[in-house]
């Protein structure tokens, strides 16, 4: 919805008190919900494809792998991931 909608809708004609009020509204509702950021590690396994997540978990941000680079320093990098990937398993790994 583009703001002059939201404005039409709302019967507001003034461009800034329209502007304040939606920015108003969007502190409230991020000051109501806080965002919890929790980090998990892992061991990967060879020939494992799935890991289980936490039960609470409703979005997954980041996937870092910690390797050993070309400069021979051991660092955190992060990885590709498919998003809404169905499940075509089919090998049973």
């Given at each position: 919805?583009?703001?002059?909608e939201?404005?039409?809708?709302?019967?507001?004609t003034?461009?800034?008190?329209?502007?304040?009020?939606?920015?108003?509204?969007?502190?409230?509702?991020?000051?109501?919900?806080?965002?919890?950021?929790?980090?998990?590690?892992?061991?990967?396994?060879k020939?494992?494809?799935?890991?289980?997540?936490?039960?609470?978990?409703?979005n997954l941000?980041?996937?870092?792998?910690?390797?050993?680079?070309?400069?021979?320093k051991?660092?955190?990098?992060?990885?590709?991931?498919?998003?809404?990937?169905?499940d075509?398993?089919?090998?049973?790994?």
């Open positions: 919805m583009k703001f002059m939201i404005m039409q809708r709302s019967g507001l003034q461009f800034g008190v329209a502007k304040s009020y939606l920015k108003s509204a969007l502190l409230e509702i991020e000051n109501r919900y806080p965002e919890k950021i929790e980090q998990a590690k892992s061991t990967i396994t020939d494992r494809r799935y890991y289980t997540t936490p039960p609470n978990m409703i941000r980041d996937i870092r792998v910690y390797f050993k680079g070309d400069d021979g051991t660092k955190y990098r992060s990885i590709p991931r498919i998003k809404m990937l169905e075509v398993d089919q090998d049973g790994v």
